[in-house]
């Protein structure tokens, strides 16, 4: 098994890069997600705000 490490990500929405820690991973391995985050916390957080505004 290949040893995880964080990794850098573009945000998809503001262009902002952001990491994608180990410790992230692991708990996104652990939900059973298989895709890694589009989003920053700050965009994921404004996404979800305007979700629940609706």
Known sequence: M??????TIKC????AEF???V???EFYA??????????C???REAKKQAKNNK
Not at 2 to 7: A, C, I, L, N, V
Not at 12 to 15: A, E, K, M, P
Not at 30 to 39: A, D, I, S, Y
């Open 41 to 43: 916390k700050a965009c």
């Open 30 to 39: 652990e939900k059973g997600f298989t895709n890694e985050p589009k989003r």
């Open 12 to 15: 998809v929405d503001c262009g």
């Open 19 to 21: 990491v994608f820690t």
């Open 2 to 7: 290949e040893e995880k490490k964080d990794k």
């Open 23 to 25: 410790r992230d991973q």
